[in-house]
C-alpha cells in the first residue's frame, strides 16, 4: 500500500525505563480513571482486522487506526500519538479518512521531517515514555463538519531491514484528545498492534506462493533457511503458514 505523498512531521522520542514494551502494551489497555467517563476506543489493527502482522525485514505493513463509541457523539479534532516500541522503524506516509484533510491547513501531523523517515532516539527527547519507546503526534481539525466513529487514519510502516526473524515490537495508538466542538471528551487506548518480523513463503520472490515454494521449502525441512514464522526452525509451523498464504 502506498499513499504516494511527502509530509513533514515531528517526533517525540523517551528514555526513562527498559521495559517499554511492556508499559506500553499496558497503557494500551488499561482502563480509564472512571468507566463512565470513557465514550469510545481507539485502537490499532491492521487493515484486515489483525492484532499480529507477521512481516518481512525491510518490508511495509499498514497500521490502521480506528475510534469506535457506544454513544452518538461526532468528533471534530483528533490529537494522538503512535507509540512504538522499536526503533529503527520507518514512517512512510499516511492518510486520514474524510473528513479529515490529509496534508491541508488543518493538518497538524508529523511536523518538521520529510517522509519517509526512520525514528530513532536521535529524533527527540520527550518526557512522558520510557527508554526505547517512540512516539509520533497526530493532530487534525475540522473547521466545518464532524467526524463519526471509524476508521481514523492509515499510516505505512516498513519494518527495519535488520530486524531479526521472531522479533517482536507493539504499535498502539494513545489518544491525546478527541473533541467535540473542541470540548474534550475522554479516549481510552484500545488494541495494541503487535508487528512480527519473518520471513516471506514467497521463496522465489514471482510474487505468489505455490509449488515452486513449496519445493524450495521442503529441501530446507529442518533447517534455519526454511524457517517462516521466527523460531529459529523448519518444522509443521512454517508449513502451515506457507500452505495458509497459498495463491
Known amino acids: 500500500m502506498k499513499f504516494d505523498r511527502m509530509r513533514s512531521f515531528g517526533l517525540v522520542a523517551s528514555h526513562l525505563c527498559a521495559h517499554g514494551a511492556i508499559l506500553v502494551a499496558a497503557l494500551a489497555t488499561a482502563a480509564p480513571a472512571s468507566a463512565g467517563d470513557e465514550v469510545g476506543v481507539l485502537d490499532c489493527r491492521t487493515p484486515s482486522g489483525q492484532s499480529v502482522v507477521g512481516v518481512r525485514p525491510g518490508q511495509t505493513f499498514v497500521a490502521r487506526v480506528s475510534l469506535s463509541s457506544d454513544l452518538p457523539l461526532v468528533y471534530n479534532s483528533a490529537i494522538f500519538r503512535l507509540v512504538l516500541t522499536r526503533e529503527g522503524v520507518s514512517i512512510d506516509d499516511y492518510a486520514w479518512t474524510q473528513p479529515f484533510e490529509t496534508g491541508g491547513p488543518t493538518d497538524f501531523s508529523l511536523i518538521g521531517v520529510e517522509l519517509p523517515s526512520v525514528i530513532d532516539s536521535e529524533t527527540l527527547a520527550g518526557p512522558t515514555y520510557p527508554k526505547g519507546v517512540i512516539d509520533a503526534e497526530f493532530a487534525n481539525f475540522l473547521i466545518e463538519g464532524d467526524a463519526g466513529t471509524g476508521t481514523v487514519v492509515e499510516v505505512e510502516l516498513t519494518m527495519p531491514a535488520k530486524a531479526q526473524p521472531g522479533e517482536s515490537f507493539f504499535v ?76
Not at 181 to 203: C, E, Q
Not at 213 to 240: F, K, V
Open 172 to 247: 498502539v495508538a494513545v489518544p491525546d484528545t478527541f473533541a467535540f466542538g473542541f470540548i474534550p471528551y475522554p479516549i481510552a487506548a484500545g488494541s495494541v498492534l503487535t508487528a512480527r518480523a519473518t520471513f516471506s513463503p514467497d521463496f522465489d520472490d514471482d510474487g505468489i506462493v505455490g509449488g515452486a515454494d513449496l519445493a524450495i521449502y521442503l529441501a530446507r525441512w529442518g533447517t534455519p533457511e526454511g524457517d517462516l514464522t521466527g523460531d529459529g526452525q523448519s518444522n509443521s509451523e512454517d508449513l502451515a503458514l506457507l500452505l495458509g498464504n497459498w495463491s
